[in-house]
């Protein structure tokens, strides 16, 4: 647990917000194929895989290609005292196992190597940082309806954040919310709700002043690592006309595609295959999973069927679980909607996609995302069981506080 300047209050939150998952105890309790859920790792997938019974691996393989390879080297003499320190032994960089898994359907790809995955999931949040943001501040964020503009059809205002209309707009509606909040850390569940009630409300006011503007994006850049240009806490809203943003129109086909082929819901297997592994939890409607296939670290994927109390609840729940526990500053989160009105495409089935992962350290000059990222696959540090078994325990501690039974 952290417990630094932003810690203690994380943790705090993270107290305060999640909620019960549903079959906790029964799901997760027991031990399946001979592994216990809390002590798998990902670099040992393809014999988890293997110890599914037969239905079970017959979905994985419907959804995911896996491989695993052995990259050998052989350091000199010379390098041995270093790579000891680093890395526990030299014969733990000699040989090294590496797993890719591949989405079938959307192709996205992630690798994991077994000499990162064993690295701590938790950082320290630098007290350097805490200074950083409050140097920031003031900024044109803390007074928006003097420093910002308006959208055509006004602000909308909720009790802890405000609309403004985004100077250069990546699409015809463009928005910003803006926290009334400085500390973009400082979010609570009543916060990061009046932020997502003022955005689901813009793109209404959006729809209403152009009919063919239906297809709403909901974008959260957190500290610099995230591009996010300004530390102010704020999200960002966007809707779009013609097509969906290219990624979530791709992932309508890849499940439309699934659909074809199996006669089987894409979203339902997809959330199933994580529950059978040990990386999905669920709540009410909301289906909440470790991602086996992280665009990058800790990666976090929600499923809804609306952005309802729930999914709202499940969202803040993740991300102060990222934040308080996981030591994750800069984040970026995302909310793919369906579209807010009929179009000929096939929405059905498709549900409100959350996404949220965490892009590093903000005091590291080095990016997170290569070439690699960029253009073939990711390459993943943290392991998604070890995510899925945070996530875990920041819901059970939810259910001690009783505050959602
Ligand atoms: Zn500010």
Redesign the pocket.
């Known amino acids: 647990m952290i417990v630094e300047t932003f810690g203690i209050r994380k943790y705090i939150n993270t107290l305060r917000a999640c909620y019960t998952v549903v079959g906790e105890k029964k799901e997760y309790g027991t031990d399946m194929n001979g592994v216990a859920v809390d002590q798998r790792e990902i670099v040992a997938l393809d014999e988890i895989v293997a110890g599914l019974p037969e239905e079970d691996r017959a979905l994985f393989d419907r959804l995911f290609h896996l491989s695993t390879t052995i990259g050998e080297l052989n350091p000199p003499q010379t390098m041995h005292r270093w790579i000891e320190k680093y890395f526990g032994s030299v014969d733990a960089v000699r040989r090294q196992k590496v797993v890719k898994v591949t989405n079938r359907w959307t192709l996205e790809s992630s690798l994991f190597n077994e000499l990162r995955a064993h690295r701590p999931l938790e950082a320290r949040i630098p007290s350097a940082l805490a200074e950083e943001i409050a140097r ?4 044109p ?2 007074d928006p309806e003097a420093n910002t503009p308006e959208d055509v059809f006004g602000r909308i205002r909720t009790r802890h954040a405000i609309t403004a209309s985004n100077i250069a707009k990546y699409d015809g509606f463009h928005g910003v919310v803006v926290f009334d909040e ?1 500390d973009p850390l400082a979010f609570t569940e009543e916060t990061v709700i009046g932020a997502l009630d003022a955005a689901m409300e813009w793109f209404q006011k959006a729809y209403a002043t152009d009919s063919d503007a239906i297809y709403p994006f909901f974008m959260w850049n957190c500290l610099w690592k995230s591009g996010a240009s300004i530390p ?1 806490g704020h999200a960002q809203m966007s809707l779009t006309k013609g097509m969906h943003y290219g990624k979530v129109e791709l992932l309508r086909r890849a499940a439309l595609q699934y659909n074809t082929v199996f006669d089987r819901d894409y979203f339902a297997d997809y959330y199933h295959m994580h529950e059978l592994l040990g990386l999905g939890m669920a709540h009410g409607d909301v289906r909440m999973m470790a991602h086996l296939v992280p665009l990058k670290e800790k990666e976090v994927i929600l499923f809804g069927k609306e952005l309802d109390d729930d999914l709202k609840r499940s969202l803040y729940c993740a991300l102060a679980c990222l934040t308080g526990d996981l030591g994750v500053t800069s984040f970026n989160l995302t909310i793919a909607l369906p579209p807010l009105a009929e179009t000929g495409e096939n929405w059905a089935n498709f549900p409100v996609v959350v996404r949220m992962v965490d892009r590093g350290d903000p005091m590291n000059r080095t990016a997170d995302f290569g070439a690699m990222e960029l253009y073939a696959s990711s390459v993943v540090s943290s392991d998604p069981f070890r995510v899925a078994a945070q996530l875990r325990e920041c819901a059970q501690i939810g259910e001690r506080t009783g505050r959602y039974d």
Do not use: G, K
């Open positions: 920031s501040h003031p900024d964020f803390d400085h102010h």
